[in-house]
Every structure is written in C-alpha cells, then in structure tokens.
C-alpha cells in the first residue's frame, strides 16, 4: 500500500508570505492525487486533484505540482483564511498533514 | 445545494454496536462511489470504507474489517456504517464524503461529520 509522506509538519509563515507544502509518494501511480484544507472544527474541502487541477471556487493563488512520486501544493501569497491544516490523498491513503500556521 | 449531512453518532460501551447515517441531497447520488472517514480529534484523516455506486464493490480499512459494514439505499439517497464490536480506538468524528464514479479517487464533498466516542 502506498504510504504519503508530507513535509514539514508544521510550516510558520506570515500573510503574503509564499506557502510550499511536500507529499512524497512511497512508490509512483498514474491516478489522482489531491490536496484538501481543514481548519479547525470543519471538515476538509477539496483543493487541488489530478495533480494540479483546482476545485470549483478555489483561489488561483493555490497550485499543485508533481514530479515523479513527489507532489507540492504552493500557496503563492497566504491570506489570513489560508492558514489551517492540509491533507494529500491518494486513493485510500492520507498523508500525516502539514500545518500552516502563523508566525 | 450539494450537501452531506451525518447522524447517528453517540456515546457507546467498548463491545457495543451503533448505526451512522449521511443522506445526501444536490448530485445524482447514485452515480458515486460514497466513502467514510474518520479523525480523532487533534489527528490526521483515516479512511475507513467505500462503497461504489452499485455496492458491487466494497473496501475496508484493516483496522475494521470484519466489524464495520458499509451499505447505500440509492433510492433514499442515504449511505451507512454499521458498526460493531467498537473499540476504544475507534472514538473518532465521523465523515461521509462523495467520491467519484469509481471506487477510488478524490473525495470532493464532506460532510461535518457525526462524533462516536466509546467510553
């Protein structure tokens, strides 16, 4: 089974600041991988799948990005709303989170 | 409005057995695979289980296979865990989320989720 690796697990960073978040993958696939943000008390929203397509209302400041079995969500300039916890996924597989916090 | 609410969840005694709901409403709930998944609080996210759009395929996590069953009613557009034998371990928030016409792929709509602890 696959295992996602994200990195770093804590990322601090103020607002305008450029967000890079890592997945890596413990072997390649050729079906999705998507990102998702939670924020405290919420569920998780889809962000970005396939591996860079944005779901339906998704800021274009939010991109993804993948090279072989590693795969990065980039937030080009974090808004205030941005910071939270984010999630990879792939097929029945999380990754462990990384979260964005301000500092 | 697309929409996934659950109900069902509580407190429960380790050994006991309890029944999670989620109708959906605003998409042509039999067109998609549905999904559980779980989060203890403070954690990261856990899939569980999925069903696709016919229940002629069924995936459970390891970790509740053989206790939970999954299962949809397209016609109420509701889907369900039933769960059994519950652990400590399995105290968790509860997530109903939509997949894709196939089994696996992204998960696009939660949600808010339905609490189970097991004290």
């Known amino acids: 089974e696959i295992v996602l690796t994200q990195s770093p697990g804590t990322l601090s960073l103020s607002p305008g600041e450029r967000a890079t978040l890592s997945c890596r993958a413990s072997?390649?696939?050729?079906?999705?991988l998507a990102w998702y943000q939670q924020k405290p008390g919420q569920a998780p929203r889809l962000l970005i799948y396939?591996?860079?397509n944005r779901a339906t209302g998704v800021p274009a400041r939010f991109s993804g990005s993948a090279s072989g079995t590693d795969f990065t969500l980039t937030i080009s300039s974090l808004e205030p709303e941005d910071f939270a916890v984010y999630y990879c996924q792939h097929g029945r597989t999380f990754g462990q989170g990384t979260k964005v916090d301000i500092k | 409005e697309v929409q996934l609410v659950e109900s069902g969840g509580g407190l429960v005694q380790p050994g006991g057995s309890l029944r999670l709901s989620c109708a959906a409403s605003g998409f042509p709930f039999d067109d998609y695979a549905m999904h559980w998944v779980r989060q203890v609080p403070g954690k990261g996210l856990e899939w569980v289980s999925g069903?696709?759009?016919?229940?002629?395929?069924?995936d459970y996590a390891d970790s509740v296979k053989g206790r939970f069953t999954i299962s949809r009613d397209n016609a109420k557009n509701a889907l369900y865990l039933q769960m059994n034998n519950l652990r400590p371990a399995d105290m968790a928030r509860y997530f109903c989320?939509?997949?894709?016409?196939?089994?696996?792929?992204?998960?696009?709509?939660w949600g808010q989720g339905t609490m189970l602890t097991v004290s």
């Open positions: 396939d591996p860079s």
């Open positions: 069903l696709s759009w016919n229940s002629g395929i069924i």
């Open positions: 072997q390649s696939f050729s079906a999705s």
């Open positions: 989320a939509k997949g894709t016409t196939s089994l696996f792929g992204v998960f696009d709509i």
